[in-house]
C-alpha cells in the first residue's frame, strides 16, 4: 500500500508560480499529477517514470510545468510557472500505472488533492 500527501497549493494571480509536493511511503516505480476543474473531468497533467527519469506532460502545461522527483525525500514536486486562470482546480498526485502515462484509470494510489486557485 503507498500513501500519497499533497502539499503546496493555494491562491495565486495569473502570471504567478506555486509548487506542489507529493510525500510518499516509499518507493513508486511511476508516478503523476492530475487535476480537475469544477465541472470538468479529470485530467492528466504530468507523469514521471523514475527508473529512466523520463517525463510526459499534457499540451496544456507543456512549457510551464515541470514534473521533478527528489528519490532521498520520497517526494514528487509540481513546479507551475506563469500560472493561468484555466489552471484552477484541485490537484492530485498518483502512483504506479504500468504504462506511467496520463490515463488516469490506470493508477493505483491517489493522494486527497490541493487545490490551486488561479485569479485574473
Known amino acids: 500500500q503507498v500513501q500519497l500527501v499533497e502539499s503546496g497549493g493555494g491562491s495565486v494571480q495569473a502570471g504567478g508560480s506555486l509548487r506542489l509536493s507529493c510525500a510518499t511511503s516509499?518507493?513508486?516505480?511511476?508516478m503523476a499529477w492530475f487535476r480537475q476543474a469544477p465541472g470538468k473531468e479529470r485530467e492528466g497533467v504530468a507523469a514521471?517514470?523514475?527508473?529512466?527519469?523520463?517525463?510526459v506532460y499534457d499540451r496544456s502545461v507543456k512549457g510551464r510545468f515541470t514534473i521533478s522527483q527528489d528519490a532521498a525525500k520520497n517526494t514528487l514536486y509540481l513546479q507551475m510557472n506563469s500560472l493561468k486562470p484555466e489552471d484552477t482546480a484541485v490537484y492530485y498526485c498518483a502512483a504506479e500505472s504500468p504504462n506511467c502515462n496520463l490515463n488516469g484509470a490506470l493508477y493505483n494510489y491517489w493522494g486527497q488533492g490541493t487545490q490551486v486557485t488561479v485569479s485574473s
Open positions: 514521471f517514470y523514475p527508473p529512466l527519469r523520463t517525463t
Open positions: 516509499g518507493y513508486t516505480y511511476c
